[in-house]
């Protein structure tokens, strides 16, 4: 079972011309794909008048889940090698966009292909890569009077609450490394009055 994977800390960027052409690169940590489409939408805003906004993401703690467009340049030219270089640096939730400003001289598919490598390869030297731990959410439903049960478990296994809901019947959703899981786990079949109803 994967416990951890590797991804970037924060936002970086670089910058670098090749024949006339200039390359913006930018490096993101992500965690949906709904936060991909809003960085690259706010830079084709940003750079509307660039000629190609190329870019390549992995999500997923195996960067299971992942895509990578030419946005116009010729096939495998540009995507495929910046999502190339997430395999390389070897990390997932991470979102590479490479902006061209194209330069009046033709770079020719393995120029291209160079040229969006080493875009993406600069802007992710520039991120400081972290170790992240995978984590599982789970959803338990109590009675109030288990309150101080629930609460003790939660600073036991130090778990963070994602949402809660405190009345007569109560919800609790935590998250929890994913290497806490079994030990998690057997400790609440301790409390049947503690009912799992949710995990993902």
Request: hydrophobic letters at 35%; aromatic letters at 12%; proline letters at 3%.
């Amino acid at each position: 079972m994967l416990e951890e994977y590797k991804t970037i800390k924060s936002n970086s960027e670089s910058y670098f011309k090749e024949k006339a052409s200039k390359f913006y690169s930018f490096a993101y940590p992500v965690q949906s794909e709904d936060e991909v489409k809003e960085r690259i939408r706010e830079l084709k805003y940003q750079y509307k008048d660039a000629g190609h906004h190329c870019y390549a993401f992995k999500l997923g703690p195996k960067g299971e889940h992942y895509r990578y467009s030419d946005d116009g340049e010729p096939n495998n030219s540009a995507g495929k090698p910046i999502y190339g270089q997430l395999n390389s640096f070897e990390i997932t939730n991470v979102l590479v966009v490479v902006v061209r400003y194209f330069g009046g001289t033709k770079l020719g598919v393995g120029g291209l292909i160079q040229a969006y490598k080493e875009g993406a390869k600069l802007a992710l030297d520039n991120a400081k890569i972290i170790t992240k731990e995978v984590t599982e959410q789970i959803t338990i439903h109590f009675k109030y009077e288990d309150m101080n049960i629930m609460m003790s478990l939660v600073k036991i296994f130090d778990l963070n609450i994602v949402s809660q809901e405190f009345e007569l019947e109560c919800l609790i959703t935590l998250e929890f490394p994913i290497k806490k899981k079994d030990t998690l786990i057997q400790k609440l079949e301790n409390y049947p009055q503690l009912e799992i109803i949710e995990k993902k």
